[in-house]
Structure formats: structure tokens, C-alpha cells
């Protein structure tokens, strides 16, 4: 896990308040008992998993498509090329939306701002680290390689306004 206390206290919080403003059907199927903590939300979401990121296009069509996620100190990251269309997007129009959904028994979803910062800067080291932990023992050196040849890379931090977590009971 690579929250710290005070960043475990500051995801429940936010789940908490999320959760507060959910309408009536949201809360009906995102009942207290089917709600992820922050700890359990963490401890889920170690390593990179894959989700699907909404952005807008300038005449306001949404458009999605998939991403490497990563969960770190309480926030989803990503990185993208800098002439990525949804990169294009986020730097005109920064509202995103982003949703985990591997199967029936599990969704994060997550409304905020996306904050951009050169991938190779000091606010990525984390999600750099983190995929390097994913991506070499799957490719070996040749992807350390590329990362760090990457000119131009876009690191991008999902700063929450919202975020949603939805558990199915277990059997």
C-alpha cells in the first residue's frame, strides 16, 4: 500500500461525502454494506488495472477509452502520449470522469480535474516506479528503455471530487 495514514484519512473522507450526495438510485444499489473503505479500496487496487476514461470533445460529445491505471496515495494516475486526442482534450477541458470495472463484483468510479505533469518530473516518480513494477517482468529492460527515451510523456493525476466504490457482498 502506498497511502499514508493521513491520505487513508483524506480517501474515506471523500468516500464518505461521495457517498452523502449519491441520489436515490445510486443508493439503492451502493447500499453501506456493498461500499469499499479506503483501506480495503487500497488494498484492492495494487498494481495497474486497467479503466475506461470519459473526456469531452470541444463540441461537448463525450469519448472514451481504455487506460494502464494506476491507484497512488489516494488517487487514480495515467500517462499518455502528448498528442494523445485525450490528452488534447484534458488540456482544453479538464472535467474527467474514470471507472474501474473489471466484473460484476467490483466498480470505482471517479468524477474530478485532471492535473497534467511531465512524466518524467518529480509528481510521477510514483506512477513511473509503479509501471516499471508492472511492465518489466512482462518486457523486460527494452521497456525501462522506451519510458525513459519518451519525449514529451504526460503524466496525469485524477484530482477527486467524487468517487464511488461498489463491493458485492461475498458469498
Same mark, same amino acid.
Given at each position: ?7 487513508l484519512?483524506?480517501?474515506?473522507d ?26 480495503a479500496? #487500497?488494498? &484492492?487496487? *495494487?498494481?495497474m488495472?486497467?479503466?475506461?476514461l470519459?473526456t469531452?470533445?470541444a463540441?461537448? !460529445?463525450p ?6 491505471g ?13 498528442d494523445a486526442?485525450?490528452?488534447r ?6 472535467a ?5 470495472l ?6 470505482? #468510479?471517479v &468524477?474530478? *480535474? ?5 512524466l ?7 506512477? !513511473?516506479?509503479a509501471m516499471?513494477?508492472?511492465y ?12 525513459e ?16 466504490t ?6
Open positions: 500500500m502506498h497511502e499514508t495514514p493521513e491520505e484519512t483524506a480517501l474515506q471523500l468516500l464518505d461525502a461521495s457517498a452523502a450526495t449519491a441520489g436515490p438510485h445510486l443508493r439503492d444499489i451502493i447500499t453501506n454494506d456493498r461500499r469499499m473503505s479506503a483501506t479500496l #487500497t488494498d &484492492h487496487l *495494487q498494481g488495472r486497467l479503466i475506461t470519459a469531452a470533445t463540441d461537448g !460529445r469519448l472514451t477509452g481504455p487506460f494502464d494506476y491507484f497512488l496515495h489516494g488517487s487514480w494516475w495515467f500517462s499518455s502520449g502528448p486526442v485525450r490528452i482534450h484534458l488540456k482544453a477541458r479538464p474527467v470522469s474514470a471507472t474501474y473489471p466484473g460484476e463484483q467490483v466498480a470505482v #468510479t &468524477h474530478g *480535474q485532471a492535473e497534467l505533469f511531465d518524467h518530473g518529480p509528481q510521477c516518480a510514483p506512477m !513511473r516506479q516499471l513494477d508492472h518489466l517482468p512482462k518486457q523486460g529492460p527494452a521497456f525501462q528503455q522506451w519510458m527515451g519518451l519525449e514529451g510523456g504526460i503524466g496525469v493525476r485524477i484530482d477527486a471530487r467524487k468517487l464511488f461498489f463491493a458485492a457482498p461475498q458469498d
